[in-house]
């Protein structure tokens, strides 16, 4: 039997002791011109596993791909970074939508030489890299190139050919986000439909159509050329929006303060007018010079009477297509307000076009009336709802702690209760009719908005509502991060008098050292077992174990009273004193020790062969392991961590007592 322990041990013990290094790199360098050279940085990735854009919300807890460039007089950065279009998906480790790469990725920086001498240029890639359930932090990469060698011209075929890897690369990645952007700009043309500045334009297109055409099949191509016209129009728009910003600038609007304060404002006014404010609407001259060419005739008079739609509806479109615009141009370069528009143009001309080609259609259609002005409120509600979201933004980056995680959500709830009441005929606005009934449709609605706002309740308090993960701050970004639960007495906030200076307010209000050597000379002193968590600030399933675990009454009286809890961040940035950064070797490479990061992160590799986390080690009094280390993935359960904080108290007391 103590054979059979010794073997299941040795295995669990195997099984946590080793080195993740799921991504390795290549370098290579491209010789452009006489003073100019690409540097480029390739990323082979382990299959199941991805590596982040260099670009993130601000909002997401992952930590970007980051390189640094060590400073030298004889070369120049030109730009940032280069990298191709990331993909973008749903990842279950942060529960957010972020931008990452799969397989295998080129980044490529482009520099200015200034010395026609021989130098190395050398620097450093700082990553994170995740599976769909863990994430690690593997060292430091240091790379180096070697410029105006010998071989400075001797790589440009070799890249010619990798580039056309990473272009077919590139292009599926795109294909994947653009798709979603489609079929959501669809759904928002189809939106803009039913509004009452463009529903009510249907059968009056269709009698111009109907009158116009002298047979069937040229009512048909009138209208196939009248719904294609739309799309020329909107699509231009977005290729002008795209033209005057360019792609690096839509790329980086995402996490600018200014933008989005500005998109905050817009959408504020957007929504004010969608629920009745005032009507936003072109210069009336556009619109009497469009009228004018329409009666040219032939292709540019329905071109034109197209273009006099769009002008026409911009009142109600107008929003709707802005905050598109605001969507697509994030993070998506120049294509994405084209492929935008495409697909709100598509949803807006295909109905017009139809109807015009088969007008016996139309008797299926509603009737106009007050249900358009409802769809249109309902807009305003949501536009509305949706500028928090972007002020929230500017308020994370600059960290002024103004639209905190609390604040954020009372104001949805009173938007989303508001909106319900409105369905329910308890508010009106300037253009509503009489509501004499209530039709199933407002009424299952109303039920949807009325759960919702009832659903974001609870996270006044600290839940964590999974369902709208990403738009409201993040949960460290509180008044109360640790939940208001955690003020009252059953924490160790009311005794924090008992503890050492050295600690600080940790996950569920427990008290922990950040300091190795300061945590384990405390435990010495008080004469309890030491509770090692190896966590990051970056790391999703840490924060898991914290709010759902670590919860639980038991677990949090152990780790409050028991033990001396020595928490250490593996991805903290704050710079150790020069006499304490060294170098040294970690998982056959070198590593610069730097951060308290740097150094948490060689004491985890170094001691205990792995650099997952969580990891929990429990130690006695001189630093040897109690018990099998824990994570995640085999501990991420209240009974199964209870047993094991568990026996670790037994095997200390059967050790000291």
Request: proline residues 5%.
């Amino acid at each position: 039997m103590n054979k059979l322990l010794f073997f299941l041990l040795l295995i669990s013990n195997f099984s946590f002791g080793q080195i993740l290094d799921p991504v390795s790199w290549d370098y290579s360098k491209r010789v452009l011109n006489e003073n100019e050279v690409e540097l480029h940085f390739t990323a082979k990735i382990d299959k199941g596993w991805y590596l982040y854009s260099q670009s993130l919300p601000e909002e997401a807890d992952a930590f970007p791909t980051t390189f640094t460039f060590v400073p030298d007089e004889r070369y120049e950065l030109i730009a940032s970074v280069i990298e191709p279009n990331p993909i973008e998906k749903f990842d279950p480790n942060f529960e957010m939508i972020l931008p990452y790469f799969e397989d295998e990725v080129k980044f490529i920086q482009k520099i200015k030489i200034n010395s026609e001498n021989s130098f190395e240029l050398n620097g450093e890639i700082s990553f994170m890299t995740c599976d769909n359930s863990q994430c690690v932090f593997p060292p430091q990469e240091i790379f180096s190139f070697k410029i105006n060698d010998e071989n400075h011209n001797k790589t440009n075929d070799k890249l010619l050919k990798s580039d056309e890897l990473d272009n077919d690369l590139a292009k599926k990645d795109l294909s994947n986000s653009f798709w979603a952007l489609f079929f959501i700009a669809f759904l928002s043309g189809f939106a803009a439909l039913l509004t009452p500045c463009v529903f009510p334009m249907i059968p009056m297109t269709v009698s111009f159509f109907t009158k116009q055409s002298k047979t069937k099949a040229k009512g048909i191509s009138n209208a196939i050329i009248y719904g294609i016209s739309i799309i020329i129009i909107y699509v231009a728009l977005g290729v002008g929006v795209s033209a005057i910003f360019g792609a690096e600038t839509l790329n980086n609007m995402a996490t600018n303060v200014y933008f989005n304060i500005a998109f905050f404002l817009l959408l504020i006014i957007f929504g004010a007018s969608f629920l009745g404010a005032f009507d936003i609407q072109l210069p009336s001259s556009w619109t009497n010079k469009s009228v004018e060419a329409e009666g040219k005739g032939g292709l540019i008079g329905i071109f034109f009477m197209a273009f006099t739609l769009a002008l026409v509806s911009f009142s109600c479109t107008g929003p709707i297509v802005g905050t598109l615009l605001v969507e697509a141009s994030t993070g998506k370069g120049y294509m994405g307000p084209i492929i935008g528009m495409l697909g709100f143009s598509l949803a807006i001309a295909l109905p017009f076009a139809l109807f015009a080609a088969f007008p016996g259609w139309l008797n299926s259609l509603p009737q106009s009336g007050g249900w358009l002005n409802s769809v249109k409120v309902s807009l305003g509600f949501l536009e509305i709802a949706l500028a928090f979201k972007f002020l929230s933004n500017a308020d994370l980056v600059l960290q002024t702690h103004f639209l905190e995680r609390e604040l954020f959500l009372a104001i949805w709830i009173v938007i989303f209760a508001l909106w319900t009441m409105y369905l329910l005929g308890f508010l009106k606005f300037a253009h509503d009719s009489k509501l004499e009934y209530l039709s199933v449709t407002r009424f299952s609605v109303a039920l949807v908005t009325g759960v919702f706002t009832i659903y974001m309740i609870p996270g006044l308090w600290g839940a964590p509502l999974k369902i709208i993960s990403g738009f409201p701050p993040p949960m460290y970004y509180s008044e109360s991060p640790l939940g208001i639960s955690s003020l009252n007495g059953s924490t160790s906030i009311d005794n924090k008098d008992h503890f050492d200076g050295d600690q600080h307010m940790g996950p569920q209000g427990i008290m922990a050292f950040h300091d190795y050597e300061k945590g384990v000379e405390y435990a010495k002193k008080t004469s309890k077992p030491i509770f090692v968590d190896f966590t990051g600030q970056a790391c999703i399933n840490c924060r898991k174990m914290e709010e759902y675990v670590w919860s639980d009454s038991e677990i949090k009286k152990i780790l409050m009273n028991d033990v001396v809890l020595i928490s250490l961040y593996v991805d903290e940035k704050i710079k150790l004193p020069k006499d304490e950064q060294y170098e040294t070797i970690l998982a056959g490479k070198p590593k610069k020790v730097r951060t308290t990061g740097d150094r948490w992160m060689v004491l985890q590799a170094n001691k205990y062969g792995t650099n997952s986390q969580p990891y929990y080690v429990f130690l006695d009094l001189d630093e040897n392991q109690l018990i099998e280390p824990a994570n995640y993935q085999d501990y991420g359960k209240v009974e199964l961590f209870k047993d094991w904080l568990s026996r670790g108290l037994d095997k200390f007391q059967e050790k000291y007592n």
